[in-house]
């Protein structure tokens, strides 16, 4: 499972930057920045994960080919994208990192993996707080309910 995890950390660090490069609209800076932020965490929770692979003896998935058959999440062809689509899409693409992250760290516990359990306790707290955050954000966009 932890390679499902890692192979969408590749294919969603590419996908982060399409929208960070694509973004359109009044909030586009916020938005650019915004993007910029979660690629960086992506990128060092990608190597994390592999390193601790490593250290349990496992071989990360290392090649494209491989994260693309693995990964649950969907490639984006590059085009323009409104705020609202880019809230949307890492709304949906970070809701489904949470949901493999606890069950990764449900697997730990069970296993009695205190590393792996405390490494995705972390990625747990952080998908929380970014999505609170774009809750946040989708809210002031519309100035009502959050739609």
């Known amino acids: 499972m932890q390679n499902v995890y890692l192979a969408n950390l590749g294919l969603w660090l590419f996908k982060l930057h ?4 694509n973004v359109t609209g009044p909030q586009f800076v916020a938005l650019h920045n915004f993007t910029e932020t979660l690629y960086d965490e992506v990128f ?3 190597d994390a994960v592999a390193e601790v692979m490593k250290m349990k003896g496992e071989m990360p998935l290392v090649r494209m080919s491989q994260y693309l058959e693995a990964a649950t999440l969907e490639e984006l062809d590059a085009r323009d994208f409104t705020v609202e689509e880019v809230l949307d899409i890492v709304e949906a693409d970070m809701k ?4 493999l992250a606890k069950n990764i760290r449900l697997e730990a516990v069970a296993a ?16 929380a707080k970014q999505l609170w955050f774009i809750r946040s954000i989708k ?5 009502c309910c959050g739609h």
Do not use: P
């Open 112 to 127: 009695d993996d205190a590393q792996v359990q405390a490494l995705f306790e972390g990625y747990l707290g952080y998908y």
């Open 18 to 21: 399409n929208l960070h490069w």
């Open 96 to 99: 489904t990192m949470n949901e």
């Open 44 to 46: 060092e929770q990608y």
């Open 139 to 143: 809210k002031e966009a519309c100035g």
